[in-house]
């Protein structure tokens, strides 16, 4: 194909994946009563702790699906915000357990909402929320799963990743994260602790995504 009609098929692209969003957006939060959608901003908001924009409904399936999850895995949303990916890996996935934090008491309460609305349709029944500053939260010693939707960056990234050593070094075991819109992958990448697994470039169908596996200390 021509390299002068890349533009076309770019924008053809972009204009499916807004149709696909819109779709979906309609579909899911009339089919279970939640509210997730939109991108929100609050007091607490800075170049380090991200804006809420909730995960594309269609993206969590995909990259947890190349995942060899199993009935004992144990998911974290780091900063979940509405809770839109909570809600996802707890309709789709039998986990252990399945949490979201952040440190917005508003968000959590909308997410509790949302969790409560849809744990009828749950694989995963045991869901917990809470509101927590991720510089401190204790990690638990069971987590296996992170997923990171570039919820911070900066000191506070590297904070978070400190409790997540922590949780490892006491219990040593498989202990993914799954980091998307890689914006602060220098932080990421300085600790030495976090071996790549695999990356997918940013398409219509996601945004780029990385899978790291948390190493022991050398």
């Known amino acids: ?12 692209r972009r204009i499916l994946r ?12 009339r ?3 939640v509210e997730t959608k939109g991108i929100l901003i609050l007091p607490g908001h800075d170049d380090e702790s991200r804006p809420y924009e909730g995960l594309r409904w269609r ?13 004992e895995d144990v998911f974290l949303d780091a900063g979940c915000g509405k809770g839109r990916a909570v809600f996802q890996a707890a309709r789709l996935y039998p986990f252990a357990r399945v949490i979201g934090f952040d440190f917005s008491a508003e968000l959590i309460s909308t997410a509790r909402r949302n969790i409560d609305r849809g744990l009828p349709h749950f694989k995963c029944r045991d869901v917990e929320l809470v509101v927590a500053d991720a510089a401190v939260w204790p990690v638990p010693d069971d987590l296996t799963v992170i997923l990171a939707n570039n919820p911070f ?3 506070l990234l590297e904070r978070f990743l400190g409790r997540v050593f922590e ?3 006491r219990r040593p075991r498989r202990l993914r994260l799954l980091y998307l819109h890689p914006f602060d992958r ?3 990448e300085r600790t ?9 470039a940013a398409s219509v169908r996601g945004p780029e995504a990385l899978l790291y596996e948390v190493e022991p200390a050398r």
């Open 1 to 12: 194909m021509p390299a002068a009609d890349a533009p076309t098929r770019r924008a053809g």
């Open 18 to 29: 807004r149709l696909e969003d819109a779709f979906d957006e309609l579909f899911y939060e």
């Open 31 to 33: 089919r279970f009563g």
């Open 59 to 71: 993206v969590l399936p995909r990259l947890l699906g190349r995942l060899d999850l199993t009935p």
């Open 153 to 155: 960056q900066g000191e």
């Open 167 to 169: 949780s490892y070094d």
């Open 186 to 188: 220098k932080t990421i």
């Open 192 to 200: 030495g602790r976090l071996r790549l697994s695999w990356s997918s």
